[in-house]
């Protein structure tokens, strides 16, 4: 629980003082109707603790608005850093949060987890037209803007967006050249299980299938399906391949040196040779001693989302047993729909 603050009386923050406040006041929520942005004030260790920055965890805090007409009418928008930001994009329930959470360890890193406003611009890109191309254009260039900002110079931010955010991808290393971004994926069995483990997943899973059918029609890899018509493993499949064959075409791409793929199974097997190279991907400049505490410490014996419980790499291996037992006839009609309509082979392009 995020500690009350009470802001001073008759605060109002212009977009000249915000990008001198640093992030201390975080960007929480992006309204598109009313075309205004919510911030909440936020200290270092609320970013560590928090494990999404939603606006459910964000709920209760005090908050001022700023209209985002000015921004619109004068595009003062500052220019990106020329550090950038370090995104970590990923297919979901792949150790994202457990990475970004060993990231967070080092002082060079302000790791931002899910910001809602990015979750915002990509539904809005995709299913709304409530903004023209040039004013989301502009919202995306000053919430990247603003999601860089550090509290001391010699730190690198650090996104991890949902993954329905896979589709701003382009744009958001378009936006700044000397970003970089790791695609985090596992393999497509795994990701099935993920999937079919609880109702709550597998409700998303159908509900992500709709959402992903524009990016699907742009692929043109294979005739987008009828998801009223799938199984859950079907729809679950869908989703993983748009998003694993979205990053195959960009890392074929222009934008090939600002990207890695890294495999979950390769990170959990050796979580410090995968650090080590994030930590030169990025330009963390941290020792590999330093790296090596990381791993050595509680964060890879918790659970990345429900710290502190217990949750070791034995716990993950006995897991993933019991889904095989209980879902491999349902994963097995994923598979047979990926190897019919678009089969992807692994390891990605661009490996870390």
């Known amino acids: 629980m995020l500690e009350q603050q009470v802001m001073a009386p008759g605060l109002s923050p212009t977009w000249a003082s915000l990008w001198a406040s640093g992030p201390h006041l975080y960007p929480a929520e992006l309204s598109l109707s009313r075309m205004s942005l919510k911030l909440v004030p936020m200290r270092r260790d609320d970013y560590r603790r928090l494990t999404f920055l939603d606006s459910e965890s964000l709920a209760g805090l005090p908050y001022c608005t700023l209209s985002l007409d000015e921004l619109l009418e004068t595009c003062q928008v500052p220019a990106p850093q020329s550090r950038g930001i370090a995104y970590v994009f990923h297919t979901a329930y792949c150790c994202s949060t457990l990475l970004t959470r060993c990231l967070e360890m080092l002082d060079a890193c302000l790791v931002l987890r899910e910001p809602e ?6 539904f809005a890109k995709e299913h709304l037209v409530i903004l023209g191309a040039v004013e989301r254009q502009a919202c995306l260039e000053l919430l990247t803007a603003l999601l860089a900002r550090t509290f001391h110079p010699d730190q690198v931010s650090v996104v991890k967006p949902s993954a329905q955010c896979n589709t701003l991808l382009a744009d958001l290393l378009t936006i700044s050249p000397s970003s970089r971004a790791v695609f985090l994926y596992s393999d497509l069995e795994t990701h099935l299980y993920q999937v079919l483990k609880s109702a709550e997943r597998r409700a998303l899973a159908r509900n992500r299938a709709e959402l992903v059918m524009p990016e699907a029609r ?55 040779g995968s650090l080590r190279q994030l930590n030169r991907d990025f330009a963390l400049g941290h020792s590999d001693d330093e790296i090596g505490t990381i791993v050595n410490s509680q964060v890879m014996q918790s659970h990345s989302k429900q710290v502190p419980e217990n949750f070791n790499a034995q716990a993950r291996a006995a897991c993933l047993t019991e889904l095989r037992r209980n879902h491999s006839v349902e994963a097995r009609e994923g598979l047979l729909w990926a190897e019919r309509h678009c089969p992807v082979q692994l390891p990605l392009a661009q490996p870390l």
């Open 218 to 272: 742009r692929l043109a890899m294979f005739t987008p399906p009828l998801v009223g018509q799938m199984t859950d493993a079907e729809a679950a499949a869908f989703v993983w391949t748009v998003r694993v064959c979205n990053y195959q075409k960009l890392a074929a791409g222009g934008l090939s040196p600002q990207l890695r793929s890294l495999n979950c199974a390769a990170f959990l097997t050796d979580p410090q």
């Open 117 to 122: 406003p990015l979750l915002t611009l990509a």
